[in-house]
């Protein structure tokens, strides 16, 4: 017995045991806690700790937090906003990081490293007080504030003026720092999926009578639509659910999902319905990964690329 | 004399401190296969890359049909290239990439369909038009890049290594499917290659090129059978190299002292040569001859065969001279017994003509 064990061991084991620990973490990690969520989700409130039970009559559940997730204004309102803010993000991020991106690539050798560095600099210092910085330079008694407040003044007719800018505590702050925050993520598969482009097709593109404007949108920006979707994925989908920065910069009125669900679990200790929520929004971004994975099975389908 | 179809006058170009292409002059007519043939880092890409208009002259001028192409961008120039990579563009049909210089044409989408429909047959490749240039062979693929080069009708059809990519077998069919449709469309063509038997067959006319200045230009006979220098005898097939002194002239005829092979020869003379004049004699394998039996004549050596190669239908023989110095020999099997031949250690004797003797100066 032991034998064949071993036997079997060194003849598939390795590679099977290899195979299946990506998806025992995924197992573990991912889908048994996404199971129990779900479950929440269909669970009532209850006087205990934690704040939920299951039971109750046939079918065994209970779905009030979909309903009111369905008909309450407030929840919609802030997937919405959520969406909008991410889309926004997520633009912003590209137009910002597409150059970025073409001028790593066009860099000289020596310089590509030391830019490459620059843009994952940030990551080395804590994600929190990045953020506290931002309040800072936004807050109202700030130099920046005060600089671009007596520039306002300066501009506009004295009925304008302003004692200081709104700058804290809008939607346009949030966007602002997860754009910041999330710059990265756009510019590197950029990067890379620019940087495999062969620089002689831009030069046949030109030879054959195109304007380098022309070869932009003919060769470069076709050719990197794989980077642009897995850019625009690792920025749409964290910045969708993000909970830290309209947390810290945004304000109660334009309320994103995750704080949403945060304050569920952690003000109304309502849990069935923070479980739903989130359900609710891991299925929204399902879907556009899904999409993703199928465009990308559709370009290794397409072979090779080059 | 009206000028030529292309000029090239006095092109060097620099880069930093090293100088990629040296004074190049050339002239071209139009229709010609043209080669531009050397080792790598010759200059020969370099200079193509400046037809194209990707690289500026540093000094000189390139004149195309009476027109100064300094400054004309690559879009502008009536010059097309096929690139070494082919460069097709990956995200295109085999039909969008021939078409693809044709939507700067003032062309109504009629004709610019008939136009790719007739480039795809032209290089035969009509039932691939849906493809995408991964899904084809590198062979269909080169003859995409060439068709998608000359849809625009260029003045100019610059080939980068065109052949290089390509085996054995499919590389001698595509030379001459290039030739003939060189023949048919009329289009000049300059082709860069390291490769002198592809230049040979292709090229009207060659330029030989080395550390980024023009050796030699001439037709491919001509640089083959007169090479100009050492560096041109040696890059344009093999040849065996001996050290000569001049002892006497008559006429034509040059006697020579050949310390390798412990006798006088007889060659064709070379202009202004003078008695006591050191010089490289060089021979072409195949311009040697050898025998079992002395022969009769001038420029008879003994020798030992040393090495042989047999390839069927010819073979190439190492022979020691008395002087340890080694020849090579190439001899065509016209016979199919073999016991006429000569074998690994025979006695032979080696035999040329004075007039395939080439003298070159050091």
Request: contains cysteine; proline residues 7%; aromatic residues 8%.
């Amino acid at each position: 017995m032991a034998g064949r064990l071993a036997a079997w061991f060194h003849r598939r084991g390795w590679s099977d045991l290899i195979v299946a620990l990506p998806y025992l973490w995924l197992v573990a990690l991912f889908l048994v806690p996404f199971l129990i969520v779900a479950a929440m989700s269909v669970a009532s409130q209850a006087p205990t700790a934690p704040p939920f039970a299951f039971g109750g009559d046939y079918p065994w559940i209970n779905p009030a937090a979909y309903v009111r997730l369905v008909t309450d204004d407030l929840y919609l309102r802030s997937f919405l906003i959520s969406l909008a803010n991410a889309g926004v993000a997520t633009a912003l991020c590209l137009l910002l990081g597409y150059p970025m991106a073409l001028g790593l690539t066009r860099a000289p050798r020596g310089w590509r490293t030391v830019l490459l560095m620059l843009v994952i600099l940030p990551f080395w210092t804590s994600f929190l007080l990045r953020v506290y910085a931002w309040m800072g330079l936004m807050g109202r008694s700030s130099w920046f504030n005060r600089m671009l407040t007596e520039g306002w003044n300066a501009l506009v007719p004295i009925d304008q003026a302003v004692a200081s800018v709104p700058l804290m505590n809008t939607n346009f702050a949030v966007v602002l720092v997860m754009v910041y925050t999330y710059l990265p993520f756009m510019i590197l598969p950029l990067y890379a999926s620019l940087e495999r482009l062969d620089p002689t097709l831009d030069e046949a593109a030109m030879d054959l009578g195109s304007r380098p404007a022309r070869v932009f949108l003919d060769v470069t920006l076709p050719q990197s639509v794989p980077g642009i979707v897995a850019g625009g994925l690792l920025v749409f989908i964290p910045a969708a659910g993000e909970l830290v920065i309209p947390t810290l910069v945004g304000n109660a009125g334009t309320p994103m999902i995750g704080r949403v669900i945060s304050d569920e679990f952690a003000q109304a200790r309502d849990w069935p319905m923070a479980s739903a929520l989130a359900v609710a929004l891991l299925v929204l971004m399902v879907v556009p990964t899904m999409l993703y994975g199928r465009h990308q099975a559709r370009a290794e389908g397409r072979g090779d690329p080059r | 004399m009206a000028a030529p179809f292309l000029r090239i006058e006095g092109v060097s170009k620099r880069f930093g401190t090293f100088e990629a292409v040296r004074d190049v002059t050339l002239s071209i007519d139009r229709g010609e296969i043209f080669a531009l043939l050397g080792g790598s880092g010759c200059g020969k890409t370099t200079l193509l890359r400046m037809l194209a208009g990707f690289e500026e002259p540093s000094a000189g001028r390139i004149h195309l049909d009476g027109q100064d192409m300094t400054g004309v961008p690559p879009w502008e120039r009536p010059v097309h290239m096929m690139f070494q990579s082919y460069a097709l563009f990956p995200h295109m049909t085999v039909e969008r990439n021939v078409g693809y210089g044709l939507k700067h044409e003032p062309m109504t989408a009629a004709q610019r369909a008939d136009r790719v429909r007739a480039m795809l047959d032209l290089v035969q490749l009509a039932p691939l038009a849906q493809r995408r240039p991964h899904q084809i062979s590198g062979g269909q693929r080169q003859r995409v890049a060439l068709a998608r080069a000359l849809a625009r009708q260029p003045k100019l059809l610059l080939l980068d290594e065109p052949l290089a990519a390509l085996d054995k077998k499919l590389r001698e069919h595509t030379q001459f499917e290039l030739m003939s449709i060189q023949e048919r469309t009329g289009v000049t063509f300059i082709v860069v290659t390291h490769d002198q038997e592809e230049a040979m067959t292709l090229a009207d006319r060659i330029a030989v090129m080395d550390r980024g200045a023009v050796q030699q230009v001439g037709p491919p006979a001509e640089v083959y059978e007169h090479p100009a220098s050492r560096f041109v005898a040696n890059f344009l097939g093999s040849m065996s190299q001996f050290d000569a002194v001049v002892t006497g002239i008559e006429g034509a005829t040059a006697r020579l002292e050949v310390p390798a092979f412990g006798t006088a020869i007889e060659a064709q003379a070379i202009p202004a040569i003078a008695p006591g004049e050191r010089l490289t004699l060089a021979l072409r394998p195949e311009k040697v001859a050898i025998h079992h039996d002395r022969p009769e004549g001038p420029n008879v050596v003994a020798g030992e065969v040393r090495d042989l190669a047999y390839f069927g239908k010819d073979s190439l023989y190492r022979v020691t001279l008395p002087t340890g110095e080694l020849i090579a020999v190439h001899a065509v099997n016209a016979r199919r017994k073999g016991d006429k031949r000569p074998d690994w250690h025979d006695r032979v004797w080696i035999r040329f003509d004075p007039a395939s003797a080439i003298l070159l100066r050091r």
